[in-house]
């Protein structure tokens, strides 16, 4: 394809010594990284490369994209509030979406995952349940509250000006670690659901909402026999898993260009 992959050096943060990189640059890898070379400031020394990274927290941010496709999300109801909030008064905060057992689903409001999206009860919960002290210390940190939702198959799915490129399906690794690859041979279905998602993100867009980045990862979930939107992630700080890296090179080096 004629173009070159060079490795990323963590101690240039500290050192300030990044290479001098020629035509378009897209870094893949760590997502805070990701997200450093994206804010990157040249006054301070930061690399000059462009685009540098899609890693644009804000226009990812769930509070941004959720209410243009509410009705395709896993779930419809879901509710903006903080890990101190929540942890103070779970019953009142956030007992209207506990299932029977006292249970609900909370991730962070960010993309850059502070904390895992996780199943927890209401019943005892406290910051240290959502990793606070671990990746982060603010306990105003906005997160997002569901309703537990039991996700089946899943998919990944790779997405550069406005089209899916490639995608594969996924799967929780064994034991609940990690994510094993699945199949690269999308279902049409899949591939409909992703479209209809994309326009609604697309259409529904406010002047006053960070625009998503041209090229950004969308995961779809089967939940109760219906496909359903899981989450928007960072493309340069997403696993690609078993999609075709080639197609994805060859869509982000016309992109980027």
């Known amino acids: 394809m004629g173009h070159g992959v060079s490795s990323w050096s963590d101690p240039w943060w500290s050192s300030r010594g990044f290479p001098e990189l020629e035509g378009p640059v897209v870094f893949h890898g760590s997502l805070q990284n990701a997200a450093q070379i994206a804010e990157a400031r040249p006054e301070l020394g930061l690399p000059r490369w462009s685009p540098g990274a899609y890693c644009g927290r804000e226009g990812l941010r769930c509070r941004a994209w959720y209410p243009q496709v509410a009705e395709l999300l896993v779930d419809s109801d879901y509710m903006l ?8 008064a779970p019953e009142a905060v956030a007992g209207a979406l506990a299932d029977g057992g006292g249970e609900i689903f909370v991730r962070p409001d960010s993309p850059l995952k502070p904390f895992s999206g996780r199943v927890v ?11 606070y002290g671990f990746y982060y210390d603010d306990l105003a940190l906005p997160i997002v509250v569901m309703r537990r939702r039991e996700v089946g198959r899943e998919w990944r ?11 594969c399906g996924y799967a929780v690794g064994e034991h609940g670690q990690g994510r094993e690859a699945g199949s690269a041979t999308l279902d049409p279905a899949v591939l409909e659901f992703a479209a209809k998602v994309i326009a609604a993100l697309t259409e529904g867009r406010l002047d006053s909402v960070p625009p998503l980045d041209r090229a950004y990862v969308l995961d779809v979930g089967e939940v109760e026999g219906a496909l359903r939107l899981v989450e928007l992630n960072p493309f340069s700080g997403a696993d690609l898993y078993g ?14 260009e």
């Open 157 to 167: 799915l790779v997405v550069v000006d406005g089209s899916v490129v490639t995608g």
């Open 81 to 88: 509030t903080t890990v101190d909030a929540l942890c103070r």
């Open 121 to 131: 009860a209401l019943a005892g919960l406290s910051p240290a349940t959502l990793d």
């Open 243 to 256: 999609c075709d890296l080639r197609r994805v090179a060859e869509a982000i080096a016309v992109s980027a």
